[in-house]
Nanobody
Framework: QVQLVESGGGQVQPGGSLRLSCIVS????????MTWVRRAPGKGLEWISS????????AYADSVKGRFTISFDDTKTTVYLQMNTMKPEDTAVYYC?????????????????WGQGTQVTVAS
């Protein structure tokens, strides 16, 4: 059974940092592209970042470029999203998603496996 479980959310002050984790089980990372997306209150899904199966290609939305970093660990069971210099507009529920792919995937619609989400709030 495939499971994606996010953690690491919480409340942080503007300018602060958080690291989100997505523990993946039931699939083989070496065949899997991963992504982070978010949904802010009252808004639709926003793609944030993606990483390809080998980890040598990454992409970021302009809204987070230079502040967020996607990576996975050496065991390839956990995908991370390091978030620095956070802003109130980063407040959202953050989701990780996966799907089998050789290429870097940028469209959330291309991902069929999703976690339950973790809340991130940036406020003073």
């Amino acid at each position: 059974q495939v499971q994606l479980v996010e953690s690491g959310g919480g409340q942080v002050q503007p300018g602060g940092s958080l690291r989100l984790s997505c523990i993946v089980s039931g699939i083989t990372f070496s065949n899997t592209a991963m992504t982070w997306v978010r949904r802010a209150p009252g808004k639709g899904l926003e793609w944030i970042s993606s990483i390809n199966k080998s980890g040598d290609e990454v992409a970021y939305a302009d809204s987070v470029k230079g502040r967020f970093t996607i990576s996975f660990d050496d065991t390839k069971t956990t995908v991370y999203l390091q978030m620095n210099t956070m802003k109130p507009e980063d407040t959202a529920v953050y989701y990780c998603a996966a799907d089998y792919a050789d290429l870097l995937l940028l469209d959330p619609a291309d991902f069929g496996l999703w976690g339950q989400g973790t809340q991130v709030t940036v406020a003073s």
